[in-house]
């Protein structure tokens, strides 16, 4: 079956736009997690979701950032007025459920200039 | 504060060795735990899940939980040039009114040929 996907798998922006970064999770799984990493780092949890709703948003480094998860599904990760700070790989996973095996997607690269 | 800790390394091991890689954890009450593998550049995946004290035996790996002492470890045997990577250790956590998944920032592993 298919993994969790992300798109796009590298972004390129300018310093001060808004980026969208996209996750379709495993079919099935409940639960859908974003975490950041910068090189060499280790995971940041940003947010997760349980069905539509974010239990827990404290990861999100300011109010820039915001998520969105539709339909028990696909979730997005916005990104407002970006920063240089702001780059890192974005990760996605998702789970059966909250205390499961998390699945990751392969990334977003995420490069302000 | 909901905390799991690993040595970040580099741990050194030679060709054939035995690589024992450790983690701790702060919540008594932590019920499930996970060893992820990383490559550099690429996303983390699963490598065991051990949820009863004692050891779990999957091929070249062994995975050890102390609930008493709080530690959970991940034993490779007969270590490989490709078992070079970060491994990374996660813990279910019990936080007000939610259950989540803790990662710690992973120890850095390089076999040496």
């Known amino acids: 079956g298919a993994g969790v996907s992300q798109s796009p798998s590298n972004k390129v922006t300018e310093k001060g736009k808004d980026v969208e970064l996209r996750c379709d999770p495993i079919?099935?799984?409940?639960?859908l997690y974003w975490y950041r990493q910068s090189l060499g780092q280790g995971l940041e949890f940003l947010i997760y979701?349980?069905?539509?709703?974010?239990?827990?948003k404290s990861g999100l480094p300011s109010d820039r950032f915001s998520a969105e998860r539709t339909g028990g599904s696909v979730s997005t990760l916005t990104i407002q007025r970006t920063q240089q700070e702001d780059s890192a790989v974005y990760l996605c996973?998702?789970?059966?459920?909250?205390?499961?095996?998390?699945?990751f997607g392969p990334g977003t690269r995420l490069l302000v200039l | 504060q909901k905390e799991v800790e690993q040595n970040s390394g580099p741990l050194s091991v030679p060709e054939g060795a035995i690589a024992s890689l450790n983690c701790t954890y702060s919540?008594?009450?932590?019920?499930?735990f996970f060893w992820y593998r990383q490559y550099s550049g690429k996303s983390p995946e699963l490598i065991m899940f051990?949820?009863?004290?004692g050891d779990k035996e999957d091929g070249r790996f062994t995975a050890q939980l102390n609930k008493a002492s709080q530690y959970v470890s991940l034993l490779i045997r007969d270590s490989q040039p490709s078992d070079s990577a970060t491994y990374l250790c996660?813990?279910?956590?019990?936080?007000?009114?939610?259950?989540?998944?803790?990662f710690g920032k992973g120890t850095r592993l390089h076999i040496l040929p």
């Open positions: 996973a998702s789970s059966l459920s909250v205390q499961e095996t998390q699945y």
């Open positions: 079919s099935g799984h409940t639960a």
């Open positions: 979701f349980q069905g539509n709703s974010a239990p827990d």
């Open positions: 919540d008594r009450g932590s019920q499930s």
């Open positions: 051990i949820y009863s004290n």
């Open positions: 996660a813990v279910n956590m019990r936080v007000p009114r939610d259950d989540k998944i803790i």
